[in-house]
Structures are given as C-alpha cells and as structure tokens.
C-alpha cells in the first residue's frame, strides 16, 4: 500500500481540499510539494504514535494537508525571497496560521489546532499566539517535528537541503534550546536513518 493511500483519500473525500491545494500551488510550489511531504509523512509515522482521543488518521492528514493554507493571504514575493526577511515581512509571514484557521473555520477542532498551531513553542515563544507546552496538543507537535524536518531536508529560495549528518547537528540545538518537543524528532530521524518504525508504546517500555 502506498504511503500516501490516506493522503489521496482525504483528498478525493473533500474536493474543496483540492482547491484549496490547487491554489496554493499556484501561489507557491515550494508550500505546495510541501505541503504533500507533511501529509505524506503524517500518514507514514502514524502508527507509531498514539494520540489520546483520536482513533484514525485521517484528520491528522487533513490538518497537515492544509497546514500552510495561510500562506494564500501572504505576498508571493515574501514567500520566494531569496534574501533576509525584513521584520514587517516576517509580522506578514508569522501571521498564515491564523489566517489559515479563520479559513478552515468550519473544519474540526483537530484540523483547526494542527493549522492554528503548528508553529507554537514549548516554551512560549512560538507564533501567532505564544502557547506554552500545556497548550499545544501532542497532534501538533507531531505536525510541528515533521513541519521542520521537511523544511531542513528541501531546498528553499534561502537555503540548501540538509543532510542527515547536518541534521543531526540541528537536532541537538534544538534540544538544548527546549522549546520543541524532541520525541518527535527523535523518532522521525530514527525512520530517515535505519527504515525502522517502532511503535511509542514499545519505545516507552525499554
């Protein structure tokens, strides 16, 4: 079964998914195949985890699906500048949650949380609301770990893709820094390097 099986079939469930893709792409290639990473990953790791009050996947994909929705509300040229943001671009930028939020208005609480706040921080210091870590739902963690991972693995106008070796050296600034919730990484990067998809419940238990 492919990866992406449940990606497609969210998808094909809510046409208005599509559109909304479709015009994200169109805005966006790089958010676009983005976007699709995250779902795509989203379903993949799953399995591994278990998110208490949710019994399938299929609104966690949707939320990464549409994650980056928000982005429609931001200048092109913001999102495909090659140089340093100024802080009135990054205000424009810090604010496509929200805007995505108030787009899915209508969608569920989970699909909303993921899309409200997959760019929250532990310790308070994420946006576009400062959440602290009894705030954020484990869901959007998960979302917020593969978020990063896909962004440091992708080429971006402003960067090159990372290795596995450069990852890691990112990771263990992220760890020192404490405003993400490791396990996540820690369990992503653990598939990117050996292929292996070990239940959480499992892991908790050694």
Same mark, same amino acid.
Do not use: W
């Given at each position: ?99 995505? %939020?108030? /787009?899915?208005?209508? &969608? !569920? $609480? ?6 409200? #706040? ?50 890691? %050296?990112? /990771?263990?600034?992220? &760890? !020192? $820094? ?6 996540? #990484? ?21």
């Amino acid at each position: 079964m492919s990866i992406i099986y449940k990606t497609l079939e969210v998808l094909k469930a809510k046409p208005e998914n599509a559109e909304l893709l479709d015009l994200l792409k169109a805005h966006d290639h790089t958010s676009y195949i983005h976007s699709l990473s995250v779902a795509g990953m989203a379903e993949l790791m799953y399995p591994v985890f278990a998110f208490k009050g949710i019994k399938n996947s299929t609104e966690i994909i949707e939320g990464a699906l549409l994650h980056d929705v928000g982005k429609l509300f931001v200048s092109a040229e913001i999102l495909k500048k090659e140089g340093k943001l100024t802080p009135l671009e990054k205000c424009f930028i810090k604010e496509h949650p929200r805007c995505g %939020g108030i /787009l899915l208005h209508d &969608r !569920s $609480e989970i699909v909303k949380n993921i899309v409200h #706040f997959h760019h929250e921080r532990l310790d308070g210091s994420g946006y576009p609301y400062g959440l602290k870590a009894e705030q954020i739902p484990d869901y959007c963690r998960y979302i917020t770990a593969i978020d990063i991972m896909d962004a440091l693995l992708s080429r971006r106008s402003y960067k090159e893709p990372l290795s596995l070796y450069q990852i890691k %050296g990112e /990771l263990e600034k992220m &760890r !020192s $820094e404490n405003n993400l919730d490791m396990f996540y #990484f820690d369990k992503i990067y653990e598939f990117l390097t050996t292929g292996i998809l070990l239940p959480a419940k499992e892991v908790c238990a050694c």
